[in-house]
């Protein structure tokens, strides 16, 4: 059989586990070893697994024992059942073998001895494999009894190093009626045979130093920095790949390599990149205005350490539409930057709706007003107040006014207007204000109105008409008698109007009905 590894040149410089002595210059040693399941079966531990001070070219190994009396599986490596069980146990050892300097492994042989029993039904076997040099091969199955031994034989003189691995399984089962079974490693033990190496096999080691990268981003790679260098300060850089280079956070692990060539044995290993996050440039700002019924929001920038663009990145938060506005929380992230974080202020103010009202007409002594002056509006939703309001008698010119009130109070203010209307002298009839009227629930009312200008009949030739009168009472429009009889007690605001070619004055007075006495007429 003729393996060939390629094993780090700096395992050569590990300790020797578990020699009671140092080795001398003939005697291999055995480095890095290790359990598959930590304190379980194999016990790595110098104090159990070590080399044979009377061969000191055979390992022995070492079981686990006396960790809980009562469990099978964690009292030495053996498995055991009564009746209706079934136990494994399994386990495996790795171990390099590092031969001297001048030599090179030949053979590597495995023992391992035990006892087993079954009674009546039941079973116990097992099977034991192992790796060389990174070659699987199989030791052999059993049954009851462990015990076994193989060797492997070399002859390639570049094994100076030589990982193997042991995996061996244990497995019982009794029958529900009856039985028992029991399959225990009582021994264990690898010798190896070693050969000296020609002078054409003996190789230099290459002095060779390799550095990682510790760093923050900046977008450009980077990987291990070295030298290899020989043993007459020749440079072998040429022979050393520096594995992999990188640009983003984390950054990675750069496996690196030597070749060797005929003079300089081959070598590997790792070394950390590590790049951290860099620290974006943030401007984050807010808002204030006016209610427009546009929602708004933050508006920012994140720039990278190259100058990019990274607004990609940057999550400006909520946008607000309503008074009065909010907090924005802004939020910014990536693969090679910090995380940042931050509120802004979003402020909108009330708005002020937009009054439109035209100068009215000029209007005669005695108008009431209307619609017709009383007109304005407003470019939102809502109610308008006059002063003084709709009905009022002018009989001079004056200021209207007018005060608005949004439906929409959250986001608008509210808003006033004048006017200035003109009152021109009325040349024409009026009517004569009666005054007040007082009277009682059932009475029979006959009132007459009158024109302060009555030169012809024509002067009358116009039409009455009459708002808020008590129920029961009506206007004549042609001679402008009100009569009826009243049904309803109450105090009433009349405004009684005569219009005469396009003409129109009013006279507004109040009206008072009281409830009518019991036992009265």
Known sequence: MNLQTRVPAAILALILLGCAAPALAQHVTFTDVRDAVPGKFFNPNADSTH???????????????????????????????????NRVAMDTLSFNVVAPSGYYVSSITYVQAGVGSIIRVADARGASS??????????????????????????????????????????????????????????????????????SDVKRTATIVVSGYTGSYDGTAHGATGSATGVDGEDLSALLNLGDSFTDA????????????????AAEGTAAITINRADAVIAV??????????????????????????????????????????????????????????????????????????????????????????????NVAGTFTYDPPLGTVLNASQTLSVSFTPADTTNYNGATATVTITVTPNTGAQIVNPGPQSDRVGDEVRLRLRLTRTDSRSDRDGAFAAAGLPPGLAIDSRDGEIRGRLTTAGSYHVTVTFTRNGVAVSAQFDWTVATRSKGKD
């Open 285 to 378: 700002s807010g808002y204030s205005g006016t209610y427009d019924g546009v929602a708004h929001g933050a508006s920012g920038t994140a720039t990278g350490v190259n100058g990019e663009n990274l607004g990609a990145l940057l999550n400006l938060g909520a946008g607000f539409a309503d008074v009065p506005g909010g907090t924005a929380n802004w939020s910014f992230g990536g693969t090679n930057y910090n995380s940042a974080s931050g509120s802004v202020a979003i402020t909108i103010a009330r708005a002020t709706p937009t009054l439109s009202w035209a100068q009215p007409a000029a209007v005669v002594a005695g108008t009431a007003l209307t619609s017709t002056q009383l007109n304005a509006t407003a």
């Open 130 to 199: 192992w790796i060389v040099a990174g070659k699987p091969s199989h030791l052999g199955f059993f049954r009851s009894d462990p015990s076994l031994s193989r060797t492997e034989e070399f002859s390639n003189s570049q094994l100076t190093i030589v990982p193997v691995s042991i995996t061996t399984n244990l497995s019982v089962f009794a029958a529900p009626t009856s039985g028992e079974a029991h399959v225990e490693l009582t021994d264990a033990r690898v010798v190896v045979t070693i050969a000296p190496l020609g002078p």
């Open 250 to 265: 984390p950054g990675g692990t750069a496996s690196w390599t030597f070749a060797g060539n005929a003079s300089y044995n």
């Open 51 to 85: 080399v044979d001070p009377a061969a000191p070219n055979t390992l022995l190994i070492g079981f686990e024992s006396g960790r809980d009396s009562g469990d099978s599986l964690d009292d030495a490596f053996k498995a055991s059942t009564e009746a209706f069980g």
